[in-house]
């Protein structure tokens, strides 16, 4: 079984700095997409901003500019840089990762375990 293990997050003033990390545990063959959603209460889980394994990127409107992706293909983990952080960003947020085991034939989506974000003064 694929464990997605996340990092990060917590408590942030407005105009502030978080990064999150994710991490896929276990022996993978490839990981095609990662990304990271956001939810808030009452609310449905919204997507934020993916990357593929080649390398493009995609970003939420609301965060292009402020938020920055990336990742380490050989270390099968992703990063979200969060900058200039404002209340409306606060969420749990959740890294998804399409992953591909060896002798498999397609990519299967796995989710970590989601981490609350607070942007407050």
């Known amino acids: 079984q694929v464990q997605v293990v996340e990092s990060g997050g917590g408590v942030v003033q407005p105009g502030g700095s978080l990064r999150r990390s994710c991490a896929a545990s276990?022996?993978?063959?490839?990981?095609?997409?990662m990304a990271w959603y956001r939810q808030t209460p009452g609310n449905e889980c919204t997507w934020v901003a993916s990357?593929?394994?080649?390398?493009?990127?995609n970003y939420r409107e609301s965060v292009r500019g402020r938020f920055t992706i990336s990742r380490d293909n050989t270390k099968n983990t992703a990063w979200l840089q969060m900058n200039s952080l404002s209340p409306d960003d606060t969420a749990v947020y959740s890294c998804y990762a399409e992953v591909r085991l060896p002798l498999a034939h397609t990519y299967r989506g796995y989710w970590g375990q989601g981490t609350q974000v607070t942007v407050s003064s």
């Open positions: 276990r022996s993978i063959f490839s990981i095609n997409t």
């Open positions: 990357m593929v394994s080649g390398g493009a990127t």
